[in-house]
């Protein structure tokens, strides 16, 4: 069993940055996939950017050249770097876990001015 804890949600103008994080206990973190997903309200929930063990990562196309995900193996954490937020990244954004397995409680970030 994987557990998975997000921080690093907040109030933030557009244009401006958040770095969200999210910290893995339960599991073997280098083998696991990591990804991040968000819901806006009323909306279906949506891949951000996944980073699995070996191999490429991917990002969704609305976040692609503006968000950075990554990962510290060692403190068994993925981060995702968010630039140049605009009003509709407004959302809960969650942390997964060789997706769709685990899930975090997820955190929110609202763009707004």
């Known amino acids: 069993q994987v557990q998975l804890v997000e921080s690093g949600g907040g109030l933030v103008q557009p244009g401006g940055s958040l770095r969200l994080s999210c910290v893995a206990s339960?599991?073997?973190?280098?083998?696991?996939?990591m990804a991040w997903f968000r819901q806006a309200p009323g909306k279906t929930r949506e891949l951000v950017a996944l980073?699995?063990?070996?191999?490429?990562?991917t990002y969704g196309d609305s976040v692609k050249g503006r968000f950075t995900i990554s990962r510290d193996n060692a403190k068994n954490t993925v981060h995702l770097q968010m630039n140049s937020l605009r009003p509709e990244d407004t959302a809960v954004y969650y942390c997964?876990?060789?997706?769709?397995?685990?899930w975090g409680q997820g955190t929110q970030v609202t763009v707004s001015s």
């Open positions: 339960g599991g073997i973190f280098r083998v696991l996939s």
């Open positions: 997964s876990a060789n997706p769709p397995s685990y």
């Open positions: 980073m699995p063990s070996i191999g490429s990562t």
